[in-house]
């Protein structure tokens, strides 16, 4: 590239050049680790322990706020729909209306989106302090794989307990589904229940939610993942980690979703 | 005094009051908690009115907040518009063939709620993290207490122009998402469903009642997520571990008081406007 | 001249027990001891900062504890810090981190904090370093912007936290002489924390050590050089053997 060349790209151009290089250095990070940890994961090559202990703590951890989002997103979700409902006087399909965005859409996407911030943000944090503060080169030093003993334990542990929270959340966000129509609109709960098994609701939509939040399991994994081990710069070096990849995971997460979206209907 | 190996009433007892004693903790730390957070956002206001202006921090951080919020809730939200039309289109195609009023609806929902309550949620993850990351490594770094020692509130310092520029920034950022977002709905209505972008732009069913709501939930979570991501900046405690627990905490209870907020706002709102 | 009388402080352990301190006035105090012992804590009581659970701080006839925030305000105009890990601004540059002090406290004109802050900069030997950022500094040239941050306001009051944590003997020495040469100048009273023993004791005119947060020995430097107490003598002198 001669010199006349590179002086006529505009800046702004440049600019939008390097954003994408980062980010597709980012994407290629991903990719690389994501080849590492199946590797390990296959060659059944990783601590056993530490997953269980980080599959525990997540689950314990993401307990309350998941149980506090579903509730209250079953109820949105109905609030939402009444209007609709109260104009074409469909209160039997309430059910029905609620359920099919729930279990499809909203409650694997609020769901990791919780988890994201909840266990995602938290693992980048602890990964960072320990790669500032040298854990992880000491941890290579004595001849330990930090890929099979710290990230492929934590990226499992990321994505089953995002699976099961999605189960858990599909089932609250239809209690607090059911409770907010009695509340606003006066519609009975089994009312409610019928409409969801009308028959126009099959297992399918809840196994395209499901599918999904595994996708979105390994894309919150990775990313904190990947910013927690390549954090550099102290304290606050550890705090742009944790902002960096809940953008990134939350950013994937929507892309995916909606790739997925066709992919599975 | 039998060596039994039953348990005994008073074992029982004891465990019951460890549990009570540990829920009436809970309990208190809550109560402390929220306490702390109100006289925050009681501080902020305060200030808001009555301190010195900060002029070039206030737009530092609507630079921050808004500018560099952009690339970020454009692409959200033109997926999320893509995603809604596609799946409702979807959905209404089981029931009814007619999607003429599939725009109606959408740009409805839009405004009531998606718009201002995904950029919140988006937001509240990238700016709560940031603010919070910022304010917490100032803390561990003894900088808050160096700023103490001048007659500088923190509060006034850090917290306020960060409030003000959210607060500011927020209904623009969210009219935009919106649009971006209406945008990327009517492609694909087209692409995918052949309805005419003309028919699908219908603002008819868009009441006041719903421009109200959106506007109330635009100002409840552009005040919110500054507040409660400083708050957990500023009681960071011990080194990097602190600073990421720290950022580890706004991001969630940002999100959770969205998602409260949401809830409450629209159960008001449905309430009033019907 | 300050003064603490039955300070105490308990997080999980007490960290503070039954802590009874005098600091004369125009004093160059220094507070020594192992780590964990309760050095910085005091500081920070004296600024007020943190409360004791328990006792009295009485700065200049003032009792700390009973003021209110507008009062703290006017009392930490007439105290000077010096953060253990400098804690300098990193979003400003030199200058405005010097300034800092003297905007917030004092309202001075422009001209007159443009002022201070060069002869303070050229005080700590960092003439022209006005408009660099913190992050493009070595630890010793922070700790030197630190001290001149510490003394612009020309504070009755100074307080330094490890002045010379980190530093190389020479620079080492240079500050201690430095804060020496300051307190003389503007008459201060001063107490320092600091575990680089051999050069404190140097600059120092009285002595404190605390052990596990009780204060066990108070007097001059040349009574902490020859105390009675092992467990001083051992650590002044810096001794293996001994009951520490």
């Given at each position: 590239?001669?010199?006349?060349?590179?002086?006529?790209?505009?800046?702004a151009?440049?600019?939008?050049?390097?954003?994408?290089?980062?980010?597709?250095?980012?994407?290629?990070g991903?990719g690389?680790?994501?080849?590492?940890?199946?590797?390990?994961?296959?060659r059944?090559?990783?601590?056993?322990?530490?997953?269980?202990?980080?599959?525990?703590?997540?689950?314990?951890?993401?307990m309350?706020?998941?149980?506090?989002?579903?509730?209250f997103?079953?109820?949105?979700?109905?609030?939402q729909?009444?209007?609709?409902v109260?104009?074409?006087?469909?209160?039997?399909?309430?059910?029905?209306?609620?359920?099919?965005?729930?279990?499809?859409?909203?409650a694997?996407?609020?769901?990791a989106l919780?988890?994201?911030?909840?266990v995602?943000?938290n693992?980048?944090?602890e990964l960072g302090?320990?790669?500032?503060?040298e854990?992880?080169?000491?941890?290579r030093?004595?001849?330990?794989d930090?890929?099979?003993?710290?990230v492929?334990?934590?990226?499992l542990?990321?994505?089953?307990?995002?699976?099961l929270?999605?189960?858990?959340?599909?089932?609250l966000?239809?209690?607090?589904a059911?409770?907010?129509?009695?509340?606003?609109?006066?519609?009975?709960?089994?009312?409610?229940?019928?409409g969801l098994?009308?028959?126009?609701?099959?297992?399918?939509?809840?196994?395209?939610g499901?599918?999904?939040?595994?996708?979105?399991?390994?894309?919150?994994?990775?990313?904190?993942c990947?910013?927690?081990?390549?954090?550099?710069?102290?304290?606050?070096?550890?705090g742009?980690?944790?902002?960096?990849t809940?953008?990134?995971?939350?950013?994937?997460?929507?892309?995916?979703?909606?790739?997925?979206s066709?992919?599975?209907? | 005094?039998t060596?039994?190996?039953?348990?005994?009433?008073?074992?029982?007892?004891q465990?019951?009051?460890?549990?009570?004693?540990?829920?009436?903790?809970?309990f208190?730390?809550?109560l402390?908690?929220?306490?702390?957070l109100?006289?925050?956002?009681?501080?902020?206001l305060?200030?808001?009115?009555?301190?010195?202006?900060?002029?070039?921090a206030?737009?530092?951080?609507?630079?921050?907040?808004?500018?560099?919020?952009?690339?970020?809730?454009?692409?959200?939200?033109?997926?999320?518009?893509?995603?809604?039309?596609?799946?409702?289109?979807?959905?209404?195609?089981?029931v009814?063939?007619?999607?003429?009023?599939?725009?109606?609806?959408?740009?409805?929902?839009?405004?009531?709620?998606?718009?201002?309550?995904i950029?919140?949620?988006?937001?509240?993850?990238?700016?709560?993290?940031?603010?919070?990351?910022?304010i917490?490594s100032m803390?561990?770094?003894?900088?808050?207490?160096?700023?103490?020692?001048?007659?500088?509130?923190?509060?006034?310092?850090?917290?306020?122009?960060?409030?003000?520029?959210?607060?500011?920034?927020?209904?623009?950022?969210?009219?935009?998402?919106a649009?971006?977002?209406?945008?990327?709905?009517?492609?694909?209505?087209?692409?995918?469903?052949?309805?005419?972008?003309r028919?699908?732009?219908?603002?008819?069913?868009?009441?006041?009642?719903?421009l109200?709501i959106?506007?109330?939930?635009?100002?409840?979570?552009?005040?919110?997520?500054?507040?409660?991501s400083?708050?957990?900046?500023?009681?960071a405690?011990?080194?990097?571990?602190?600073?990421?627990?720290?950022?580890?905490?706004?991001?969630?209870?940002?999100?959770?008081?969205?998602?409260?907020?949401n809830f409450?706002i629209?159960?008001?709102?449905?309430?009033?406007?019907? | 001249?300050?003064?603490?009388?039955?300070?105490c402080?308990?997080f999980?352990?007490?960290?503070?027990?039954?802590?009874?301190?005098?600091v004369p006035?125009?004093?160059?105090f220094?507070?020594?001891?192992?780590?964990?012992?309760?050095?910085?804590?005091?500081?920070?009581?004296?600024?007020?900062?943190?409360?004791?659970?328990?006792?009295?701080?009485?700065?200049a006839?003032?009792d700390?504890?009973?003021?209110?925030?507008?009062?703290?305000?006017?009392?930490?105009?007439?105290?000077?810090?010096?953060?253990?890990?400098?804690?300098?601004?990193?979003?400003?540059?030199?200058?405005?981190?010097?300034?800092?002090?003297?905007?917030?406290?004092?309202?001075?004109?422009?001209?007159e904090?443009?002022e201070r802050?060069?002869e303070?900069?050229?005080?700590?030997?960092?003439p022209?370093?006005?408009?660099?950022?913190?992050?493009?500094?070595?630890?010793?040239?922070?700790?030197?912007?630190?001290?001149?941050?510490?003394?612009?306001?020309?504070?009755?009051?100074?307080?330094?936290?490890e002045?010379?944590?980190?530093?190389?003997?020479?620079?080492?020495?240079?500050?201690?002489?430095l804060?020496?040469?300051?307190?003389?100048a503007?008459?201060?009273?001063?107490?320092?924390?600091?575990?680089d023993l051999?050069?404190?004791?140097?600059?120092?005119?009285?002595?404190g050590?605390?052990?596990?947060g009780?204060?066990?020995?108070v007097g001059?430097?040349?009574?902490?050089?020859?105390?009675?107490?092992?467990?001083?003598?051992?650590?002044?002198?810096?001794?293996?053997d001994?009951?520490?």
């Open positions: 590239m001669s010199a006349e060349t590179s002086s006529a790209l505009s800046p151009f440049a600019g939008l050049a390097q954003k994408a290089n980062e980010w597709l250095s980012v994407i290629g991903f690389v680790l994501l080849a590492e940890i199946l590797r390990r994961t296959f059944r090559d990783f601590d056993r322990t530490e997953f269980l202990r980080n599959l525990y703590r997540m689950g314990i951890k993401s309350p706020i998941v149980t506090v989002t579903a509730l997103t079953g109820g949105i979700m109905v609030i729909a009444a209007p609709i109260q104009r074409y006087g469909a209160y039997g399909l309430l059910g029905w209306g609620a359920g099919f965005g729930t279990l499809r859409e909203i694997p996407l609020l769901t919780m988890i994201n911030g909840r995602g943000a693992n980048t944090a302090t320990m790669a500032v503060t854990q992880v080169d000491a941890l030093a004595l001849a330990i930090p890929i099979g003993f710290l492929a334990p934590r990226f542990a990321i994505v089953t307990t995002l699976f929270s999605t189960i858990f959340s599909d089932a966000a239809l209690v607090g059911a409770y907010a129509g009695l509340g606003f609109l006066g519609v009975e709960p089994a009312v409610f229940y019928r098994t009308t028959g126009l609701l099959g297992f399918g939509d809840v196994a395209h499901l599918e999904k939040s595994v996708v979105f399991g390994v894309v919150i994994g990775l990313s904190s990947h910013f927690g081990l390549s954090t550099k710069g102290g304290a606050p070096g550890v742009r980690s944790v902002n960096s809940v953008v990134a995971s939350a950013a994937g997460i929507f892309v995916l979703d909606y790739l997925l066709f992919a599975l209907s | 005094m060596a039994s190996t039953e348990p005994t009433v008073r074992d029982l007892q465990s019951r009051s460890a549990l009570a004693g540990a829920l009436g903790r809970l208190l730390d809550l402390e908690t929220t306490r702390d109100y006289r925050v956002f009681v501080l902020t305060y200030y808001s009115v009555r301190g010195e202006t900060n002029r070039p206030f737009f530092r951080q609507m630079y921050e907040i808004g500018n560099r919020s952009l690339g970020f809730l454009s692409i959200v939200m033109g997926f999320i518009g893509m995603i809604l039309v596609y799946q409702g289109g979807l959905q209404t195609q089981r009814v063939p007619d999607l003429s009023l599939l725009g109606a609806t959408f740009l409805q929902l839009l405004v009531r709620d998606l718009a201002a309550s950029c919140a949620l988006m937001l509240a993850t990238r700016v709560g993290a940031g603010i919070a990351a910022e917490g803390v561990v770094t003894e900088q808050v207490d160096a700023l103490r020692m001048c007659a500088t509130d923190p509060i006034d310092y850090l917290i306020r122009p960060r409030f003000l520029a959210c607060l500011s920034m927020f209904a623009p950022l969210v009219v935009l998402a649009g971006v977002a209406f945008l990327a709905g009517m492609w694909t209505a087209h692409a995918f469903f052949g309805i005419n972008p028919t699908f732009a219908n603002v008819s069913l868009v009441s006041v009642g719903d109200t959106g506007l109330t939930k635009c100002v409840a979570y552009g005040a919110a997520i500054p507040v409660i400083g708050y957990c900046g500023l009681t405690f011990g080194g990097s571990e602190g600073v990421g627990a720290a950022t580890t905490r706004a991001v969630v209870n940002s999100s959770l008081a969205v998602i409260v907020l409450v629209s159960g008001a709102g449905y309430l009033v406007f019907g | 001249m300050i003064r603490l009388e039955g300070v402080k308990t999980d352990r007490p960290v503070l027990s039954d802590v009874d301190l005098v006035e125009s004093c160059l220094g507070l020594i001891g192992p780590g964990a012992s309760g050095k910085s804590l005091l500081l920070r009581m004296i600024t007020g900062l943190m409360r004791p659970d328990r006792g009295k701080v009485t700065v006839g003032n700390v504890l009973a003021m209110g925030d507008m009062q703290l305000h006017e009392y930490r105009k007439g105290i000077g810090m010096l953060f253990q890990n400098n804690a300098l601004f990193d979003f400003m540059t030199v200058a405005e981190n010097i300034a800092f002090p003297l905007r917030r406290l004092f309202h001075l004109p422009e001209s904090i443009a802050v060069a303070r900069l050229s005080r700590v030997d960092l022209g370093f006005e408009g660099r950022l913190p992050a493009g500094l070595s630890g010793g040239q922070k700790k030197r912007v630190g001290v001149a941050r510490a003394t612009v306001t020309r504070a009755p009051i100074v307080l330094y936290d002045p010379a944590a980190g530093l190389d003997p020479v620079t080492s020495q240079k500050i201690f002489d804060l020496r040469a300051e307190q003389r503007a008459n201060a009273t001063v107490v320092m924390v600091s575990s051999d050069r404190l004791l140097t600059v120092t005119d009285r002595v050590m605390m052990l596990d009780q204060l066990i020995f001059t430097t040349d009574e902490a050089k020859n105390a009675a107490d092992p467990r001083v003598y051992q650590f002044v002198h810096g001794n293996v001994g009951p520490l």
